[in-house]
């Protein structure tokens, strides 16, 4: 795969991805277990957004409403959120298989939302978040350390990352399946394949703004995500403050993938895939790719979730089996290439 | 779809259940009780003494033919016991809440092992064994007919599907096979008989609520509380119970218990949702409390005719199983919704 | 005086690299680092470049403490060319000369026209204006260290530090580098290994060894055979060619006495000859290195 010499000008790329995720959310909220003709579905919209005084179905209205276009708001956000934390990672780590799942941090956000469930701090979403936010650092922390300590390289941190993910994963499903309180933890299949089933709008308020906010963070740091190109000496060497970037960005990362972990459990390879087809698109340039990595999540996992609601009719994949069904042959083509460059 | 084997299983099991009500016991070989079941000859030559019950459908059938001393150790509890069952129960040995382990069964030395559940020991797979496993040590191992009849044992949600609907012969013929092995024929025969009567007269209450139509869904949990729910299929005990009653269950599914999403029950918009009541807390729904809070906050839901117009009804969950407590569900789930006004 | 180290120290896992180093890079001029592998010729760049901060002692910019320099600020004033450059991304030629510019953009700037014309005077100075479009993964070895070099022309430096920059380059390369380092006018400090180079090319020496500073000054005075031999053990001796350039020659020891029948097999049938040829390169470039 050799790039292409003339980039996607950002400008179209935006327009098209925004077209994209509009068919995507309206395909989104078109699909379900009941047929809503589509006449019904625009009343809906028309109420709820434009306070149009139309007369809808109430259930019609709920299941369009607040049921479908909230799922979709909240696929389409993670997305988002996923596929900036790949980017923002595979700069930072000069890796190009870094990813919030490959790295373990989904594993160990999830760890920490089960243990905040059953230890019962606090309540609530936020609360949740900052469980799976402290779960995410401390993966962090060990695949740093497991990627140092064992003589870093690119490879290694990737190790480490599967080592982490065995590690947190095991925790989590021995929590799940020995807490006496199931009723409060969700299944175990959620905490590893992750599920958009029970998202309703407060979710929603939830996850917009916090992928707005650390993308806005994340593009004021684009020119030093480009200066990591070349190692962190080089990147300090142009005048980027390394260390406090790299903390920053860590962080950053780690708060995104807690708070989706925490709405829709842990769902890999949007991080892969994404950045990896953007950056091909668009160029590596941050400046262009944070951007249109947000956009191009959102509409992948918007169509993910479509497709995990009709691929099988009557039964609904879990949402990480329809990403890594894309996300490992991703895998597997970013691994050759890299050979081959090497 | 369906497998031939269980089909063929299930199929010789309906028959013997609509033809013999008391199963003439063919006697052969000299066993004193010679059963068919699930596809396999069980042969006692005298009653057992240490009977393992997985299930509490089948502890519950084994207390009320007073056999309580022979029940060696119990497992799979829902709720606790019924009133008239208390005393009798009170102090089995219980070798776990949920599904046990193959050899913790084992280790309690039982004659014979009792199983509500095809999933728990079935023919090629169990969450505790197979019938080769127990076989090998010498335990017979007897499944509720109800089990037998299915035309699935593991399908998609786990709790298997019929092609033949559940009704109470099936029930009365497990009574009858349990009273005959434990060597008192006569205690299932009435049993039987009284157990008929209250199903005869909750009929006859009924009759009132017949004249309208009620549409209704049973909720019996869910594996995450704001996602897909477990509803009653058409036709297993909850579909027996409204046909008695004459209310309509909106699921059709040949699934026993097939997980639903909200929007479409929603767009059925059932007149009344039932709501188990259990003791389990084993999936995130079990809890009637939250299924309440559930339905009365989330925005589609609380927009539903049963919830708006809170005919919400609690009923046993274990009246819901194919049990004793099915018989006892009609009575109640009668009265319930007679109490809502809903009949004229 | 533009940048100097005084009596700088600096320590890594427990092992003393430098030991009170003083070096001055002549203002304009070309300051070559020099010394055995392991001396401290590359740990000393990084404490004048700022990357690294001394233990003790102080790097000074214009008489600051470079510790108290901003980073941005210091990037817009002093550029670093590392050994080995490598990266995962798919970058062009342009893409890498343009980083040159990030500590001159704030983080919502945009591309202004001074950042285009400084990076197409570091493309034409470094002769990479044809190649600008071209991925950075297709370039050869020197190719790279070039626009490593534009890069760091288009930061617009008053001072370049460059780790041994010829390291993995052909010999036409080697020369053509240092000529162009040598022609700016901006303050060089190189890094290397080939003392021959070092005294062709700079205007002043530095010597280190097992990080200590052994002395600096011109080349003439301190690549001298006496210290050439107590540094590097080897034999060498001082000439100028007849461009008036001092060059250093290396005393090798005379051929053993079958030299003369091996040299006759070099001439034996021409498959081999290739073969043990590219062989044999590959052993000399080895041990180079």
Redesign the interface.
């Known amino acids: 795969m050799s790039y292409p010499r003339r980039r996607f000008p950002l400008g179209w790329f935006l327009l098209l991805a925004g077209a994209a995720l509009l068919a995507a959310g309206s395909a989104a909220i078109s699909i379900g277990d009941v047929r809503i003709p589509l006449p019904a579905i625009l009343k809906v919209l028309g109420r709820q957004i434009f306070g149009l005084d139309l007369t809808v179905d109430p259930i019609r209205e709920g299941i369009v409403w607040h049921y479908r276009l909230s799922r979709a708001v909240v696929a389409a956000a993670a997305g988002g959120a996923l596929a900036l934390c790949g980017c923002v990672l595979q700069a930072l780590l000069r890796n190009p298989l870094a990813e919030p799942y490959l790295l373990g941090i989904a594993a160990g956000a999830s760890t920490g939302a089960v243990m905040v469930i059953i230890l019962g701090v606090g309540a609530g979403a936020v609360s949740l978040t900052l469980g799976a936010f402290g779960g995410a650092a401390a993966a962090f922390g060990l695949v740093a350390l497991l990627a140092t300590g064992t003589g870093g390289g690119t490879e290694r941190i990737i190790l480490a990352g599967i080592a982490g993910s065995q590690l947190f994963n095991a925790a989590t499903s021995f929590i799940v399946t020995t807490s006496a309180s199931a009723e409060q933890t969700r299944g175990i299949m959620f905490w590893l394949l992750g599920s958009l089933g029970g998202i309703r709008w407060p979710d929603a308020g939830l996850a917009v703004p916090v992928v707005l906010i650390c993308g806005l963070l994340c593009l004021r740091r684009a020119r030093a995500l480009d200066a990591f190109a070349f190692g962190e000496d080089a990147a300090a060497a142009l005048g980027i403050e390394t260390g406090k970037v790299r903390v920053e960005l860590f962080a950053i990362t780690a708060f995104l993938t807690a708070a989706m972990v925490s709405l829709i459990g842990a769902v890999g390879f949007v991080g892969l895939v994404v950045p990896h087809a953007t950056r091909f698109l668009v160029g590596p340039g941050h400046e262009r790719l944070i951007p249109a990595t947000v956009l191009a999540g959102a509409v992948f996992m918007v169509g993910a979730d479509v497709l995990s609601r009709t691929v099988v009719p009557g039964q609904v994949l879990p949402i990480g089996v329809v990403t890594a069904l894309f996300g490992a042959p991703a895998f597997v083509a970013i691994l050759w290439r890299s050979r081959r460059t090497s | 779809m369906t497998k031939y084997i269980p089909v063929a299983v299930g199929g010789l099991s309906l028959l013997m259940a609509a033809g013999l009500a008391f199963p003439a016991l063919a006697q052969v070989g000299g066993a004193a009780v010679t059963i068919e079941n699930c596809g396999r000859t069980l042969e006692f030559d005298e009653a057992p003494e240490r009977i393992v019950s997985i299930g509490q459908g089948t502890t519950e059938i084994l207390l009320s033919l007073g056999l309580a001393d022979r029940i060696a150790g119990t497992a799979t509890w829902v709720s606790d016991l019924p009133g008239e069952l208390a005393e009798a129960g009170a102090n089995l040995p219980r070798i776990a809440e949920n599904t046990p382990g193959f050899e913790a069964v084992v280790g309690t030395r039982p004659d014979m092992v009792a199983v509500q559940w095809i999933n728990d020991i079935g023919p090629e797979q169990g969450r505790v064994g197979t019938f080769a496993q127990f076989e090998d040590f010498g335990i017979p191992v007897y499944v509720s007919p109800a089990e037998c009849a299915k035309s699935e044992f593991g399908a998609a949600s786990g709790d298997g599907a019929r092609s033949e609907a559940w009704s109470s012969d099936l029930l009365y013929r497990e009574v009858a096979e349990l009273a005959d092995i434990g060597g008192v024929p006569s205690e299932g025969e009435a049993l039987i008989a009284d157990s008929r009567e209250r199903e005869a007269a909750a009929a006859r209450d009924a009759e009132a609520l017949a004249a309208e139509e009620i549409s209704v869904v049973y909720w019996f949990s869910s594996p995450e509380i704001d996602g897909e729910a477990w509803l009653a299929g058409g036709y297993g005990a909850p579909q027996w119970i409204s046909n008695v009653i004459g209310l309509r269950n909106v699921v059709d599914s040949h699934e026993e218990w097939p997980l639903v999403g909200w929007e479409t029950i929603a767009d059925h918009d059932p007149d009344v949702i039932v709501l188990g009541t259990m003791k389990r807390r084993n999936q995130p729904a079990d809890n009637v409390a939250l299924k309440r809070e559930f339905l009365e906050t989330d925005p589609l839901t609380s927009q539903m005719t049963a919830v708006h117009d809170g005919r919400l009804v609690e009923l046993d969950a274990h009246a819901m199983n194919p049990t004793l407590r099915a018989i006892d569900g009609v009575a109640r789930l009668a009265e319930a919704i007679s109490a809502l006004g809903l009949t004229r | 005086m533009t940048l100097a180290a005084r009596d700088v120290s600096w320590s890594a896992g427990g092992r003393r690299i430098l030991n009170g180093v003083s070096v001055t890079a002549p203002a304009g001029g070309v300051l070559g680092l020099v010394g055995p592998n392991g001396s401290g010729k590359s740990s000393l760049l990084?404490l004048l470049?700022?990357?690294r901060r001394p233990d003790a002692g102080d790097v000074l910019l214009d008489g600051r403490p470079v510790s108290r320099v901003r980073?941005?600020?210091?990037?817009?004033r002093l550029?670093?060319v590392?050994q080995h450059?490598?990266?995962?991304?798919?970058?062009?030629v342009r893409?890498?000369v343009s980083?040159?510019r990030?500590?001159h953009?704030g983080?919502?700037g945009g591309w202004t026209p001074a950042d285009e014309a400084a990076v197409a005077a570091a493309l034409e100075t470094t002769g990479m204006t044809g190649r600008a479009?071209q991925?950075w993964?297709t370039l050869s070895g020197g190719e790279r260290q070039r626009v490593q070099v534009a890069r760091a022309l288009a930061?617009e430096p008053r001072e370049i530090l460059l780790d041994e920059p010829t390291n993995h380059l052909d010999i036409r390369h080697q020369l053509e580098l240092l000529d162009l380092l040598r022609s700016l006018r901006t303050t060089c400090v190189i890094a290397l290994h080939d003392l021959d180079h070092a005294a062709a090319f700079c205007d002043c020496i530095a010597v280190l060894d097992r990080g200590r500073l052994v002395t600096q000054g011109l080349p003439a005075g301190t690549l001298t055979p006496g210290l050439i031999r107590d540094v590097f053990a080897v034999e060498a001796t001082q000439r100028y060619d007849r461009h008036g350039t001092l060059r250093i020659d290396f005393t090798v020891a005379p051929p053993p006495a079958r030299h003369r029948s091996l040299q006759a097999h070099c001439r034996s049938k021409p498959e081999d000859d290739r073969r043990s040829g590219s062989d044999s390169r590959q052993e000399t470039y080895g041990h180079l290195s």
Request: hydrophobic share 40%; aromatic share 6%; proline share 3%.
């Open positions: 990084r470049g700022g990357l980073r941005a600020e210091l990037a817009r550029a670093f590392e450059s490598a990266t995962e991304m798919q970058l062009r893409d890498v980083l040159g990030t500590p953009r983080a919502w479009g991925s993964s930061q």
